[in-house]
């Protein structure tokens, strides 16, 4: 038994060995990934295709399975080695439009704006930015430009537009609000030649485009700026086209009640100050992710999230229902009606389907690497 302590250690060493040998291939990984950033560049080839990373994935479980390793492991394991590998892929971006002489973006110098002025300047392109204070010489920084972009908050938006009165014929129009029919509308009237309204759905933490949605609303003359939406593609971004009215509608659910749930549970939580460390260690990864999402909520600009749940023209509306709901649901707790509670929950449940199993699945990862997470903060 003595030896015992001493065969540990050496199986210790022997781990220590191999950890630092796995370092030095991921270091010696991503020498290779960062050349293959180049060469992509160069082709113009988009930093993220689905399907190949799908296969890659494929190809390394079944490697796995074969060495009697687990395929969860070895995928979870890939995907975090190649998210990290496509930002070593980003340096540089091929540019599709050449030909473009200037690219304008009208709010640059914001949170969200300084994002697509780095990623068009990584690009090769000319860019200026326009800001509240160059309004006087708007002609000058507008001149010659073959894409303005409007990156200003949702309630200057509008107005913002109606001063572009003065682009050259050819330019492209394009804003990246998070609403679409007014921008697009207000775009349209204001210019005659290519117009198109995006909506990045994602903030300014993101490291980079890959696997972000951008959502393309078609204005005017898509041909004309179809090297723009290629742009996108070669950032990493994923794109989905929809009608402007569709997206606002669907905003409804996916931002507009997510965000104003998440500020009512902020809310009553501040009202009723419980110990919030105390919530935080007695929660399971699942209530702290839950948690996590609404402390996120309040750690950014209280504006930004005003202008999205107000400037929603259905935005009463659905909340209305939504509270109906609520007190209906809160009326089966109050007259303890659990069969009729177990009977909505069952509707709901077929209502989401397959969706729903499926999400049991993937929030199994997301709750694991929740934990390790937690872990290792309560360790250092």
């Known amino acids: 038994m ?13 781990i220590e060995v191999i950890d630092k040998q796995l370092i030095e291939l991921l270091a010696k990984r991503a ?21 190949a990373e799908a296969q890659i994935i494929t190809n390394r479980k079944s490697e796995a399975e074969r060495q009697g390793i687990s395929p969860v492991l070895i995928e979870d394991l890939m995907r975090r080695i190649m998210r990290e590998s496509y930002h070593t892929q980003s340096a540089e971006f091929l540019c599709t439009n050449p030909g473009i002489r200037k690219v304008v973006v009208v709010g640059g110098a914001g949170a969200l704006g300084r994002i697509f ?7 090769g392109y000319k860019v200026a930015v326009l800001e509240h204070s160059d309004w006087d010489r708007s002609d000058t920084i507008l001149e010659n430009a073959g894409l303005v972009l409007v990156a200003v908050p949702i309630k200057l938006t509008e107005s913002v537009i109606a001063r572009l009165t003065n682009l050259p014929e050819n ?26 309204g995006l909506h990045p759905m994602f903030g300014p933490d993101v490291p980079s485009l890959v696997k972000q949605v951008v959502v393309v609303c078609h204005g005017r003359e898509s041909k004309q700026y179809e090297w723009l939406l290629q742009q996108v593609r070669n950032w990493g ?5 929809c009608d402007a009215k569709e997206h606002d509608d669907a905003m409804v659910f996916i931002q507009v009640m997510r965000h104003f749930c998440s500020f009512v549970f902020g809310s009553h939580l501040a009202g009723e100050n419980p ?11 699942i209530y702290r992710l839950e948690l996590a999402m609404v402390g996120r909520l309040f750690a950014q600009a209280p504006a930004l999230y005003a202008d999205i749940i107000f400037d929603n023209k259905d935005s009463v509306a659905m909340l209305t ?25 069952t509707k709901v449940s077929s209502w989401f389907g397959d969706y729903a199993k499926q999400s049991l699945i993937d929030s199994k990862q997301f709750l694991l690497k929740a934990d390790d997470g937690r872990t290792l903060i309560e360790n250092c």
Request: negative net charge.
């Open 171 to 196: 330019c492209i129009l394009a804003d990246i609000t998070s609403t679409k029919q007014k921008p697009l509308n207000a775009m349209l009237n204001v210019h005659q030649g290519p117009v198109v």
């Open 117 to 123: 002025v780095d990623l068009f300047e990584r690009s």
């Open 321 to 345: 229902e939504f509270s109906l709901k609520f007190n209906q649901a809160l009326a089966l707790v109050e007259n303890s009606d659990k069969e009729k509670f177990i009977q909505q929950f």
């Open 275 to 285: 110990d919030l460390q105390k919530l935080i260690s007695l929660s399971s990864p």
């Open 31 to 51: 020498e290779i990934t960062t050349k293959i950033g180049e060469h992509k560049s160069k082709a113009g080839s988009p930093i993220y295709v689905a399907e």
């Open 237 to 241: 971004g994923v794109l989905q086209q």
């Open 2 to 14: 003595p030896e015992l302590p001493s065969q540990i250690d050496e199986l210790n060493e022997n």
